[in-house]
Structures are given as C-alpha cells and as structure tokens.
Nanobody
C-alpha cells in the first residue's frame, strides 16, 4: 500500500502565495507521473498540473505562469507552488501518482485533499 499526505493548504488573500506538498510513503518500488488535481464546490475534479518521472511538466491553461509543479524523487514528494492566487483557485487540492509497489502492483493512488481558500 501507498499513502499520500498533502500539506500546505489554507486561507490566503487574492494575489498571495501558497506551497502545497505531498509526501508519499509505504511499499514503493517506483513512482511514475505525479499530479495535482482540484475540485471546487459543484464542479468536476480537474487537472491542475502534472510532472513525469524525468521532470517534464504540463499545466492547465488557467494556472500557467502562476503555478509551478516540482518533485523531489529522493523524498518521494511533489510540490505545487501557487503564486498570484485568485478567488477562482479556491478548491480542495488532491495529490495523485502512478506507483509500482514492492509487490509489483502498478496503480494510481490519491491523497485525502487539502483545502485552499482564496479571499478578496
């Protein structure tokens, strides 16, 4: 089993910054792509950004130029630096990754989510 624990969410004023972290632990053999998704009230969960094992990144148009995804493979951790936050960034942010366990099972795992609230 693999556990993902997010941290760094909270309340921030528009224009401010937050840094989310997601640490993976458990029976991990390897980690492939990792990503951040978000879900606002009444909306579908959407991809925010993803990063491959080699560091290639992809962003939703709505966050390009404001958010940066990065990873520390040695720490099995992925980060999301969020700058110039807008009220529409308010959502629960979820970390996810494609893992191969020590038992040879490959599947996606999700964190429990962390709330980000951006106020005027």
């Amino acid at each position: 089993q693999v556990q993902l624990v997010e941290s760094g969410g909270g309340l921030v004023q528009a224009g401010g910054s937050l840094r989310l972290s997601c640490a993976a632990s458990g029976s991990i053999f390897s980690i492939n792509a990792m990503a951040w998704y978000r879900q606002a009230p009444g909306k579908q969960r959407e991809l925010v950004a993803d990063i491959t094992s080699s560091g290639s990144t992809n962003y939703a148009d709505s966050v390009k130029g404001r958010f940066t995804i990065s990873r520390d493979n040695a720490k099995s951790t992925v980060y999301l630096q969020m700058n110039s936050l807008k009220t529409e960034d308010t959502a629960v942010y979820y970390c996810t990754g494609l893992f191969t366990t020590n038992q040879g099972v490959s599947r996606r795992y999700w964190g429990q989510g962390t709330q980000v609230t951006v106020s005027l």
